[in-house]
């Protein structure tokens, strides 16, 4: 089992950017497939991006992928969203996932109900 926590969330103006950590307790972090969601205010919860156990491998939602970076830090047990050029539209709770895929460490994994542990979210507000 393993327990997620999320932090970087804030306020920030269009244009600005962002870098939310998900730092991760338990099991072997590598083990971890790893995915970041987010949830808009009327909006159904979605898939951002998603990386491998390895970080080798990664996946983008279409609005993002020339703004934002997923990365992971397997020694520190951490998971990272760079997120740069933020538009309005990107306000949202962001989450961090984890689902444990053992020696399959270069699987990445798409959809939302793939995922077995979440954080509890971070805000990000953008300002136009």
């Known amino acids: 089992q393993v327990q997620l926590v999320e932090s970087g969330g804030g306020l920030v103006q269009a244009g600005g950017s962002l870098r939310l950590s998900c730092a991760a307790s338990?099991?072997?972090?590598?083990?971890?497939?790893m995915g970041w969601f987010r949830q808009a205010p009327g909006k159904e919860r979605e898939t951002v991006a998603a990386?491998?156990?390895?970080?080798?491998?990664?996946y983008y939602i279409d609005s993002v992928k020339d703004r934002f970076t997923i990365s992971r830090d397997n020694v520190k047990a951490t998971m990272y969203l760079q997120m740069n050029s933020l538009k309005p539209e990107d306000t949202a709770v962001y989450y961090c996932?984890?689902?444990?895929?053992?020696?399959?460490?270069?699987?990445?994994?798409?959809?939302?109900?793939?995922?077995?542990?979440w954080g509890q979210g971070t805000q990000v507000t953008v300002s136009s």
């Open positions: 996932a984890a689902k444990d895929l053992g020696n399959r460490s270069w699987s990445v994994l798409r959809v939302e109900n793939q995922y077995d542990y």
């Open positions: 338990g099991r072997t972090f590598s083990r971890y497939a």
């Open positions: 990386i491998s156990g390895s970080g080798r491998s990664t």
